[in-house]
């Protein structure tokens, strides 16, 4: 299969004195998110979109909440890992698209910084990461921060694809090749060299 999907998601509940950090920066705000780790509600459902588009378990397989030496860890920590069983499996990232859903702080100043940040963190190019932001309107729920992500990842061309792939190349050229013979001897049209003239001749236009 040259491509398959993640879904991740993830939710923490804010709590006064805690440091706020979401998508991998840190936010001046009076709560932060409640958590194991440092409760970043966005490197958390990334990680889990990337993990499940290969099925290769959740952020608790690997950093069981019980062990305390993942006690305020880095979330980015929990993100290179699945990174690194993404191209274990032999895919690579395709796109992510995030949603964020939470009352305060407001994310759209911070939106191009977070999206910027969290392309470097999977070391991806910045127009395959999208990060968008809404109020969780009507739910009741100002006191929680939820993230959704849908993670598709490319499987990564192994050294006897390409090779396969540059022999389909060149055989396509041989074919050419017999054509333009066929073509040539059976029905006298002329054949292509690498000095054909131009479409248009300037001199002509002068
Ligand atoms: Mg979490």
Redesign the pocket.
Known sequence: MNTRIGFGY???VFKPGVPLRIGGLAFDHPEGLA?H?D???LL?AVTDALLGAVAAGD?GTFFPPSDPQWKGADSAVFLKLAVEELARAGYQIGNLDITLILARPKIVPVAAKMRAHLAELLDAPLNTVSIKAKTPEGLNLDHVAQCHCVALVERIPGDEELKSMSAVIESQRQLEDVVEDLLSTVHGVPKKTSSEAPVYDTDDIT
Do not use: A, F, L, M
Request: hydrophobic fraction near 20%; charge should be negative; glycine fraction near 20%.
């Open positions: 993830d939710s923490h958590g780790s409760g970043d509600v958390h952020i």
